[in-house]
DNA sequence: TTTGACAGGTCAACAGCGTTTACATATACC
DNA sequence: GGTATATGTAAACGCTGTTGACCTGTCAAA
């Protein structure tokens, strides 16, 4: 037997072993980013939820952000839907997603780290994903010349739809109808991929 | 006489008085953000550099966040644009302004702070002045039904392109040709301009 | 069974941060 | 001259993320 559990199941003490201290600090870290933003959420605070010692934070995760890395690495948006349809929907999706992330749908943990995104550790890791999970990908989709000019747009379009929603809370954009401001979003982003010198 | 020098202006020993106090807070802040960043600089590292004590620099601007809005109120770059010139080159003067911010123009200091602007006292400040800085003399400005909604879409676009920026290093977007940029960018924000609803 | 190795966990400390409080000093006014 | 009031100082507070030394329980080989 390879390693049967350490503790023999006895209940009451709380379970050891690299596997479960790792799923349990993740748990933790999850629940409070979530309640409480990433920010807000101390090392000391995610390890005492977790009923485990601040240093194995570091131990497994190097450190808080790197933690906060794992987190987000399974929570790819933006690839998704890239393959999730037809891709002449594809900007409709984005536009979709874009406006109902403006109206404050999606995952509870997701709309909490966009109120943390200030954060530095957070913007960091957002850096990595963006042009990873969305410009990378949709460039590689959309192909030809210019490729990666258009995907950077579309990432500016839809990244300052969340930044002004972040920023000003977007009231004006929320109190509008939403189908025009899907519309609206959506005649921006083909716009952004237009082709430049149009044959003429 | 109202408040002569109280030094005496006797060389060798630093200028006291709150005023020449306050400044020289201010310049070194001014150069150490330019220099190394806003998050990078400590309060104590500004102090040292000024040559006055920590405890200073909240006293006279209640915290290192509030030395930053001191900084950057003197530096409302929006609205300088809008009242700059003509109301119909406005669009233009903006996607100018955003594509060479695109190539890092612009004064030092705006230009390190854009780097730093995922920290959250930056963004905090910057919440701030995006409001009242482009949303509402823009809005203002352009005045009618959706006004505010119009100009949340201009804030978008610009914020997204700058945040794309700090994000990726825009390297595609830089290495493009930039009059074709300045006017893909020119028809996104007179796309967020366009009414709703045309009468048809 | 004894011994050694080692992964897993603990604890206390580190250096840094922004901020505050109590105190000293120098200036201005009565 | 005496006193109120700006101004500046020093030291601490509580917090942060992180690290290194140490303990401990389990397993494998002798």
Known sequence: MDRPDRTGGGAGAPVRGREATRERILASAKVLFTSEGYGAVSSRKIASHAGVNVALINRYFGSKAGLLTEILREDGVFPRLIEEGPPEGLTERLAEHSV???????????????????DPDLQAVYQGRLKSALIEPLAAYLGGRDARVHASLVAAVLMGVGRVRRVEGATALR???????????????ELCLKDFDPPE
């Open 175 to 189: 109190a509008h109808d939403r189908e025009q401001l899907k519309e609206r979003v959506l005649a921006l982003l």
């Open 100 to 118: 109902s992330r403006l109206h404050g749908e999606g995952s509870p943990l997701q709309l909490s780290l966009d109120d943390s995104a200030g």
